[in-house]
């Protein structure tokens, strides 16, 4: 297995949540299917990377690290850039979801995103665990 050190999103049941670590091929995958779907949002949407960086407040250039995969957004902004190309969370994270439109479960997502943090790390984990094992 490959892994390289970096930002990565785990993504549960329609929840992002980042985690400072390593990450797999896997992963390196998905950092790659983001830029892809990014660029294809921007497409769509007939938007220029330019328009995307003034809605949610940053420079042209972190637009075009995201789209040439050179770096990925925080969690928070994932969120933002979801909502101004009026997309899923999880289909710009390269999940299996229909591309369709921010809607209530980006807003329900954020608000558990926001519990979550709230845990100590010890609870946060054993939660993970859980989910983990439920999905076994």
Known sequence: MIYSVDIQYCYIE????LFPGIRTAEQEDR????????????????MPQSVLASKIGVS????????????APRK??????????????AWLLGYNVSMGH?????????K???????LPPADQKSLLDTLNHMDR
């Open 60 to 71: 042209r250039a972190l637009i075009t690290m995201y789209v040439k995969g050179r770096t």
């Open 112 to 118: 558990i995103r926001i519990m979550f943090g709230t």
């Open 102 to 110: 921010a809607d209530q479960s980006d807003e329900v997502a954020d």
């Open 14 to 17: 329609g929840y992002n949540i």
């Open 31 to 46: 950092m790659d299917s983001f830029s892809k779907r990014l660029a294809k949002a921007l497409q769509a949407r007939q």
């Open 76 to 89: 928070s902004r994932l969120s933002e850039i979801s909502k101004a190309l009026d997309v899923q969370t």
